[in-house]
């Protein structure tokens, strides 16, 4: 069994403070990690992936794998309020995408 | 590029009725598409994998003769609830990678069945 395992939070952070999310995983095969963000309601949304050599930063947004403690984790700089959303981690294993719960993130103005 | 869409967008419907779901990928082929299941508060639950000409491989748990996918094409798949129950009150979303990004996902919009 492939498992992906967030904080359910609620996380709260000060506009303009650095948000950051953690997801493990079980695998140790997983070869590609993914970050959606999902508004209520609504479908998820990518925001980036990773593969399994290196860190990758886009705007606001880094994610950064660890892959000797089997965890990666996201990084959103500048908070905005606009940033409130379920954060949710995937792990890619051959053709199978394992969810996380998702972690719940406030940004208070 | 890779737009996928779902219709319908929302649906509610009678106890013991049959509803199909559409998903569409826009403007690229799928090679795989994906159907999840999100209850309220919780995470996307995959139910099952289908690829266009071959039956579809549902995860354990799910009932295959309950919940009816075909593949037809490359840019189309359908999800049947048959015989819906309340219980089957979901958010149902589909996604589909294509081939030459197959590690990635593009997720539909999502259906949400309402059964009363």
């Known amino acids: 069994q492939k498992e992906v395992e967030q904080n359910s939070g609620p996380l709260s952070v000060p506009e303009g403070a650095i948000a950051s999310l953690n997801c493990t995983y079980s695998d140790r095969g997983s070869q590609s990690f993914f970050w959606y963000r999902q508004y209520s309601g609504k479908s998820p949304e990518l925001i980036m992936f990773i593969y399994s050599n290196g860190d990758k930063e886009d705007g606001r947004f880094t994610a950064q794998l660890n892959k000797a403690s089997q965890y990666v984790s996201l990084l959103i700089r500048d908070s905005q309020p606009s940033d409130s959303a379920t954060y949710l981690c995937a792990v890619n294993y051959g053709n199978q995408f394992y969810f996380g719960t998702g972690t719940s993130l406030t940004v208070i103005p | 590029g890779a737009v996928v869409s779902q219709h319908p967008s929302w649906v509610i419907c009678k106890s013991g009725t049959s509803v199909k779901i559409e998903c569409r990928s826009l403007d690229f082929q799928a090679t795989t598409m994906f159907w999840y299941r999100q209850f309220p508060k919780q995470s996307l639950m995959l139910m099952a994998t289908s690829n266009e000409g071959s039956k579809a491989t549902y995860e354990q748990g799910v009932e295959k003769d309950k919940f009816l996918i075909n593949h037809a094409s490359l840019t189309l798949s359908t999800l049947t609830v048959t015989s819906a129950h309340p219980e089957d009150s979901s958010f149902y979303i589909c996604?589909?990678?294509?081939?030459?990004?197959?590690?990635?996902?593009?997720f539909g919009p999502g259906t949400r069945l309402t059964v009363l």
């Open positions: 996604s589909a990678n294509r081939q030459r990004t197959p590690n990635e996902q593009f």
